[in-house]
């Protein structure tokens, strides 16, 4: 298994963790206005542990999906941070901060997905 999976398999399993730990947080002290900021952590959870799914389980069929799922959580992330912008002075800037950071990566992992070795770890199904 090439480096780059690993880095893959791990950061995706613990972005999805950081979320679901934000997810479960936000139910609690958020207001009802802000039900949105949920949907968001848990669309982004269920993208980055079907991803890691998809590469783990080596579906080369499936690995246009992960891109398009990569590029979803991109989009869905940024939408979060316009959206929390307004509570930058609260403690919302550590989400505001992971959210960027796991933009930067999952453009990286789009682009890795794409690469020559993730093809020929997906193509071939010996070890």
């Known amino acids: 298994m090439p480096t780059g999976i ?3 398999l791990i950061l995706n399993t613990l972005f999805a963790s950081l979320f679901i730990g934000n997810l479960v947080y936000m139910h609690y002290h958020v207001s009802q206005a802000a039900l949105f ?12 542990i079907l991803i890691a799914l998809i590469v ?9 999906f992960a891109r398009v799922l990569a590029y979803a959580l991109i989009l869905v992330l940024g939408l979060q941070f316009l959206l929390m912008l307004k509570y930058l002075m609260s403690g919302a800037a550590l989400t505001l901060v992971m959210d960027l950071i796991v933009v930067f990566y999952a453009i990286g992992m789009r682009g890795y997905l ?13 070890a």
Do not use: C, D, E, W
Request: net charge positive; proline share 3%; aromatic share 8%.
């Open 6 to 8: 690993k880095v893959i």
């Open 37 to 48: 900021l949920l949907f968001v952590n848990l669309v982004s959870a269920s993208a980055l």
């Open 56 to 64: 783990l389980l080596r579906q080369g069929r499936l690995i246009g």
């Open 114 to 126: 794409a690469s020559p070795v993730a093809a020929n770890y997906f193509m071939h199904k010996t």
